[in-house]
């Protein structure tokens, strides 16, 4: 097993190490849609023109999410393995205020710059570089498609409804573009992710949902304290109830994230892993556990989970939900602002302890944090809500492995809004690059993607032909 | 002729006066795309329920341009007139920083106030606006259409591209979205104005390009500027070169105003004016004039431009480009940040001084008066410049009377972005009121928009049925 893990690392790596690019900078307004304040910085993008027919060769570009855009780059093969075929350049536009596109350096991420940190500001930003990767011209020459996984498939869809006459389609992947308040259940993303476990192994779930009570018992004496510090190999030893809460946290976390990426491969997206990670883990809670020993295969998940890749000596739980390879500091203000998404849990449907959805409490926590109140409403009024369907050329595609899908569109909207669901796919898998362990029906996917994005440059070039003659 | 002129004005007022709503006022966020500013403040809007079917009637909804929206509801007749027979609800909105949409009161045109009026800000004011009539539902019940003239009209055209799962559809009357940097060329808008005049008498153009010269020739001595200030019947005397230029840019405007509003019948839309203004105050240019002759003629148009409704004793010049009814103070910023529209003159194909597009100049003047420099290719990046196309259900309208027709979308672009030219009419004469003197082709077009709307609403009424059977 192992061996064979291993090969598909030393496989994934050289095919990785092919994505080659140049890190450019690219100057944007602080703020696009008023004029109170006029500084500019510059935005990080990474392209590669190998492929690129300079006649009329598309640009595939990735409308970066929350986080580093190098990492995206990394992992979104289907760009980098398509692009000969469709002879683009390739493009990888990193979102303002992550990664290193920060507007006020080091202090960005203070409350008195943060405010220009939302998703129509960074759209803005992506229209511009792409206007000047068009050359500044009124009648642009390149059709240009938007790409994104998860929040960046939702920038990806957005930036197709918002800038029509930018991108002539976009491909987003496992985006929860209904995980608003009032539009999908709390509850989904918990029960699906309990899913992910209980598919493996009924037992599974069941002791992750016993877990809660047992870690929260050995809390109780300073005896116990140390025996669960040492089972999970904490880094720091958990203290107090502020450290019992940042402890749950990570292990929620933990589970949603091994859900989220749950491959047929190994691979190092969000945190280092081995091929079907939520299977290695249950192998540890396949049969009821109790007490210490309960604790002992929970101790084992977490070692899975933060060093798969040997690096880690310890457990630095204290990152909370911020564990991993993701930089995304910035995400919890949008969560705070724009991108407001109810989670609940109440343990009998779901796996994890009872957590009801409690707007008012969540908005007072943003508050003192940022000093602002989210806009529940704010996101569904600017990208669609309920309404996609009065958009066109965009592809939603959800793995069925994947908790996110909970928030995703699963039946096609229209003829050019379509729904491609893909089972035993986890989050955005089709966007990954090809492995000998895809499944087949993300080979499938990944087809219809093409056929999509074909169809897409076809009607660009004969509404340019149209306008030429006219 | 004046009998005839005051029954229709008669007419018209009593058409006016059935136009009857409900003022009301709406809480929008000072800033929609970002959170560094948390304020809120009222945008008023207009209502009238007395034809709406409140089960699933339309909403008729006018994206207010730069003015008090009183005035546009008055002359929008248009959407008045053919609410009974959509069982519609009227919603007139006020755009951010005019009439009383101000966020900061008296002080909102200040530059430290002012950066917050943009047609985005204005767009999202309109989309929160429709989400509460709505009624803050997931699934939008009443199909909403936008409508606008002039500015409104871009805005309307704007609204749909940028929130098309908020409005099915828009009527873009005289709409000259594409009167950007490099996307018309900047003498069409004043050779239009000078064919208005041209095509009521050569004379008449003729007589307008040799006033420039003898006008100034006046300023030279105290004598002459007496007979200047005398035959203009001048508020306050022209007493030095700014005055000069204020009076100048005053009468170019005028001629502007007259092509714009050259209307079949009299209205007070920007100034009170009699039926057919243009070949009104030609039958005082139609024969070759010079010196003094030339300076009464031009006296009897200003006269008629600014006493037709015999209440101003005097002009008062020093408004400049800002005379009239429209209080549209705020449009000077708005032209100097992201409505940027290139306009020269030559003296040749126009009647006007020659006046080369310079746009460093133009910049510079901006940054003088509000500490701002323009932003050229804002509009043309966020509402689609050349690439309307990729839009959907819009009708642009265009009288090929109205100089602003040169900015306009003259041919169809697809089966749903539709172009509706309109021979004899003058600035979105299609929205007005309902009048005996209307052409034939101003009525044709009226039926066309009528066919457009009923097609529109019946494709939502159709989604909604899908939506609800799924």
Redesign the interface.
């Known amino acids: 097993m192992k061996q064979i893990i291993f090969c598909v690392i030393v496989a994934l790596s050289s095919v990785i190490a092919e994505y080659k690019y140049e890190t450019k900078y690219f100057k944007v307004?602080l703020?696009?849609?008023?004029?109170?304040?006029?500084e500019t910085f510059n935005i990080k993008y990474l392209v590669n023109d190998d492929n690129w027919d300079r006649g009329n060769g598309p640009i595939f570009f990735y409308t970066g999410n929350e986080g580093q855009i190098e990492l995206f780059a990394k992992h979104t093969g289907f760009m980098w393995e398509i692009a000969a075929e469709f002879r683009a350049k390739i493009v990888f536009a990193e979102h303002r205020y992550y990664g290193s596109s920060m507007p006020f350096d080091k202090k960005s991420l203070d409350k008195?710059h943060?405010?220009?940190?939302?998703s129509?500001?960074a759209l803005?930003d992506y229209?511009?570089l792409i206007?000047f990767l068009q050359g500044?011209v009124?009648?642009?020459r390149y059709p240009v498609i938007a790409f994104g996984g998860s929040y960046g498939g939702m920038l990806a869809a957005y930036f197709r409804?918002?800038y029509?006459?930018?991108v002539?389609g976009a491909i987003a992947a496992s985006a929860p573009v209904h995980m608003y308040p009032?539009?999908a259940p709390c509850g989904v993303f918990n029960r699906l992710v309990t899913s992910s476990f209980k598919t493996v192994d009924i037992n599974c779930s069941k002791n992750i949902r016993q877990s809660w009570a047992v870690i929260r018992n050995y809390t109780k004496t300073p005896a116990g304290q140390e025996v669960l510090n040492k089972t999970l190999n904490l880094c720091s030893p958990v203290k107090n109830a502020t450290d019992l809460d940042t402890l749950m946290e990570f292990l929620e976390s933990m589970y949603s994230t091994l859900a989220m990426v749950n491959y047929p491969f190994a691979s190092d997206f969000l945190t280092s892993l081995p091929a079907e990670p939520v299977r290695v883990v249950c192998q540890y809670l396949n049969e009821t556990l109790t007490g210490e020993k309960l604790l002992k295969g929970i101790g084992k998940v977490v070692d899975i989970f933060t060093n798969y890749d040997k690096k880690n000596p310890c457990v630095n739980y204290k990152e909370g939900d911020d564990y991993g390879n993701l930089d995304a500091a910035g995400w919890d203000y949008q969560a705070c602002?724009e991108m407001v998404m109810p989670m609940c849990s109440n343990g009998v449907n779901d796996m994890f302890e009872p957590q009801p959805w409690n707007f008012t409490a969540y908005a007072e926590e943003c508050h003192k944090k940022?000093?602002?109140?989210p806009?529940p409403?704010?996101a569904?009024?600017?990208?669609?809500?309920?309404?996609?369907?009065?958009?066109?050329n965009i592809v939603f595609s959800n793995g069925l492995r994947d908790p996110w899908t909970g928030g995703g569109i699963l039946?096609s909207l229209s003829d050019t809004v379509r729904a491609v669901v893909i089972v035993d796919a986890a989050h955005h898998l089709d966007l990954m690059p090809s492995n000998p362990s895809d499944p087949e029906p993300v080979k499938i996917a990944r087809n219809i993607h093409k056929q999509h994005i074909t169809r897409w440059i076809n009607q660009f070039r004969e509404?340019l032909m149209t306008?030429r003659k006219?």
């Open positions: 307004p703020d696009h849609f008023g004029f109170q304040r006029n008195e943060i405010g220009y940190l939302s129509a500001q803005a229209a511009d206007n500044n009124v009648k642009p409804i918002k029509p006459h930018v002539i009032g539009m602002t940022y000093g602002v109140y806009r409403d704010m569904r009024l600017e990208y669609g809500g309920n309404r996609l369907q009065a958009a066109s039946d509404q306008t006219s």
